[in-house]
Structures are given as structure tokens and as C-alpha cells.
């Protein structure tokens, strides 16, 4: 019985998460002025994924201009997002709806 509580907690949290990015303004992560990158803080220089968090918010939000400037690996990225979110869903309804 727990098991299939805590999947449905999973399940309505996975539905969430894109509801609330968009709920979410979609300059929320430009200028926050924190900076996890080891190598922008160690050594100054902006990695692959330097920008990605601000580009997907911003693909996010359909504003495609925004999220290139940020990081073209966006195009690459966010589509994978979706899949993996698909396929996590997919997951949990198949658990959740399956015969015992």
C-alpha cells in the first residue's frame, strides 16, 4: 500500500514539474549571481554546459532566441528532457495501472 501511494506522490510530482516552470517566469535563473560550474570557478572558463539551465527555462517558455544565446546545446538537451520525462511517466502509469 505504501509503495503505491509514494508512486502516485512520484506521479503528480512528475506531472508538476513542467506546470510549474511555466508558472515560473522565464528570466527566474538569469542573473541569480550563483555559480555551481567547477570550471567557471576554478578556472574561469565556461564548460558545455555553462548557460543550459538558463536556455532550457527559456526554450522552455518558447522564447527561442533567448535559449540559443544562452547555449546552442539546448536544441540537443530539452528534447531529451521531454523524452526522459515521457518515459518517466510512462514508467509510473504502467506501475500504477498494472495487475498485481
Request: hydrophobic share 55%; with cysteine.
Amino acid at each position: 500500500m505504501r509503495k503505491n501511494w509514494l508512486q502516485w506522490v512520484w506521479f503528480l510530482a512528475l506531472l508538476a514539474t513542467p506546470i510549474l516552470l511555466w508558472a515560473l517566469p522565464s528570466n527566474s535563473f538569469d542573473n541569480t549571481g550563483i555559480t555551481l560550474c567547477p570550471s567557471k570557478l576554478l578556472l574561469n572558463l565556461e564548460c558545455l554546459g555553462c548557460g543550459l539551465t538558463r536556455a532550457v527555462m527559456h526554450l522552455h517558455h518558447l522564447d527561442f532566441y533567448q535559449a540559443l544565446a544562452f547555449n546552442r546545446g539546448v536544441v540537443v538537451v530539452y528534447p531529451a528532457l521531454i523524452l526522459l520525462w515521457v518515459i518517466l511517466v510512462r514508467k509510473v502509469l504502467l506501475s500504477l495501472f498494472a495487475n498485481p
